[in-house]
Each structure stands twice: as structure tokens, then as C-alpha cells.
């Protein structure tokens, strides 16, 4: 009879642990995934429009620089034809010219660079926003801890359930 009692109590003690355990277990269970928001960006349709705008807008700007160039060009060829029989001072506002030409080419394309970087941002930050937004979804649904991104090396989703381990870690070395 004790036998059967210890056996009953063993059973119950058994299945209280593996209810208790089975429980615990799938809230400690991670689960990681990946994207590639690159390749993400790149299905949406809008990226090929906002990517053909960019380059319309690209082409002005090569347009409006090859235009200073020749302007450029050609005063820099009259000068090295005429600068043997040009006074002096005429020389040196020439020689003005040249450089004040060359410092507005290099605003000029530094403007440009600019512009074309803010109007990247400008079109596609709603396409990333949309992508981000997705992925949060998706690691919500789909109960990922982590969703790491293939085209950069940060993370793109955390868990807000997933543990904070660098209180364990600055333990482990000894820091605070």
C-alpha cells in the first residue's frame, strides 16, 4: 500500500513539474528571424518611380555643371591663348574669374549632392516607415524575441517581452 502512495505521489509530483514546466517553457523560448529591408524596399513599386525622379533630377544637375564647365573651358582656353599679350591686371581678373568660377562649380555640386540626398530621404523615409512598421507587426504576430536585418547590422525588431540581459553580463564581469 505505501507503494502505491509513494507511486501516486511520485505521478502527481511528476505531473505538477511537467504542467509547471510546460508553462514556463514557451515564455522562455526565443525565436529569431530575419529580412533583407533592402530587398524589401526594393519590391515596392513607389521605389522605381522615386528612383526615376532621382535620376531626372540627377541629370539637371550634370546638365547645369556641364554648362559651368564649358563656361569654364573656355574662358581658361582664352586666357592660356591671350595671356601673352594681356596686361597685368587684366591677367589677374581673368585669373579671378577662373577661381571664383571653380569655387561656384564646387558649391554648386555640393548643393546638388545635397539635394539629391534630401529628396532620397524625402521619398523613400515613407516607404521605410511602412517597412518598419511592418516588421514590428509581423514580430508581434508571429511571437519573434528578434528579427535581424540582412542589409544592416542592426536589429530590426525586439520583443517588448524579450529579457534584458546586461545586468547578467555586467555581473558576470564584475561591473555596474
Same mark, same amino acid.
Given at each position: 500500500?505505501?507503494?502505491?502512495?509513494?507511486?501516486?505521489?511520485s505521478?502527481?509530483?511528476l505531473?505538477? =513539474?511537467l504542467?509547471?514546466?510546460?508553462? @514556463?517553457?514557451?515564455?522562455?523560448?526565443s525565436?529569431?528571424?530575419? @529580412?533583407?529591408?533592402?530587398?524589401?524596399?526594393?519590391a515596392?513599386?513607389?521605389?522605381?518611380?522615386?528612383?526615376?525622379?532621382?535620376?531626372?533630377? =540627377?541629370?539637371?544637375?550634370k546638365?547645369?555643371?556641364d554648362?559651368?564647365?564649358?563656361e569654364?573651358n573656355?574662358k581658361? =582656353?582664352?586666357?592660356?591663348?591671350?595671356?601673352?599679350s594681356?596686361?597685368?591686371?587684366?591677367?589677374?581678373?581673368?585669373?579671378?574669374?577662373?577661381?571664383?568660377?571653380?569655387?561656384?562649380?564646387?558649391?554648386?555640386?555640393e548643393?546638388?549632392?545635397?539635394?539629391?540626398?534630401?529628396?532620397?530621404?524625402?521619398?523613400?523615409?515613407?516607404?521605410?516607415?511602412?517597412? =518598419?512598421?511592418?516588421?514590428?507587426?509581423?514580430?508581434?504576430?508571429?511571437?519573434?524575441?528578434?528579427?535581424y536585418?540582412?542589409?544592416?547590422?542592426?536589429?530590426?525588431?525586439v520583443?517588448?517581452?524579450?529579457?534584458?540581459?546586461?545586468?547578467?553580463?555586467?555581473?558576470?564581469l564584475?561591473?555596474?
Amino acid at each position: 500500500m505505501t507503494k502505491i502512495k509513494l507511486w501516486t505521489l511520485s505521478l502527481f509530483v511528476l505531473f505538477v =513539474s511537467l504542467t509547471a514546466y510546460s508553462q @514556463i517553457m514557451p515564455a522562455t523560448q526565443s525565436s529569431v528571424a530575419y @529580412i533583407n529591408s533592402d530587398e524589401l524596399l526594393e519590391a515596392f513599386p513607389e521605389r522605381k518611380q522615386a528612383t526615376d525622379q532621382l535620376l531626372i533630377l =540627377s541629370e539637371e544637375y550634370k546638365k547645369e555643371l556641364d554648362l559651368m564647365q564649358n563656361e569654364y573651358n573656355k574662358k581658361y =582656353s582664352d586666357y592660356i591663348t591671350y595671356q601673352a599679350s594681356l596686361a597685368e591686371n587684366i591677367k589677374l581678373r581673368r585669373m579671378q574669374e577662373l577661381t571664383e568660377l571653380e569655387n561656384r562649380m564646387q558649391e554648386f555640386m555640393e548643393m546638388a549632392q545635397k539635394d539629391i540626398e534630401f529628396q532620397e530621404k524625402e521619398r523613400l523615409e515613407p516607404l521605410r516607415k511602412r517597412i =518598419s512598421e511592418a516588421i514590428n507587426a509581423v514580430g508581434l504576430e508571429r511571437n519573434y524575441t528578434v528579427i535581424y536585418d540582412l542589409a544592416d547590422s542592426g536589429i530590426a525588431f525586439v520583443s517588448p517581452s524579450a529579457e534584458d540581459a546586461n545586468p547578467f553580463v555586467k555581473q558576470k564581469l564584475g561591473i555596474r
